[in-house]
């Protein structure tokens, strides 16, 4: 069983929550960004294998989006975190 740790509730169960995909900044001036930017963003990945920061929401519970650090070859959760501008990078 994978215990995922939401920020507001504690350990639980994953199926409490769901994947968002892997966290990806918007382009920094979004109004200046081109179509490619914007392709790239919207519809591009890293696909690592490796460590990874995704996006999870828990829909059983408080209803958070946080993030995640989850390593992708052994699906450990290294850690979840609120989402902050000082925290994403």
């Not at 069983?1 to 968002?20: A, D, H």
């Not at 382009?27 to 519809?43: G, I, K």
């Not at 890293?46 to 650090?69: D, I």
Request: proline share 6%; aromatic share 14%.
């Amino acid at each position: 069983m994978l215990i995922l740790k939401c920020p507001n509730c504690g350990q639980r169960n994953v199926s409490e929550f769901r994947n968002g995909g892997e966290y990806r900044p918007r382009p920094s001036r979004p109004l200046d960004a081109d179509d490619q930017q914007w392709s790239n963003y919207v519809f591009f990945r890293h696909n690592v294998s490796g460590l990874q920061k995704e996006w999870w929401y828990h829909r059983n519970g408080c209803g958070l989006w946080f993030l995640a650090e989850r390593h992708t070859k052994t699906n450990e959760i290294l850690s979840t975190f609120r989402w902050g501008p000082d925290r994403t990078e």
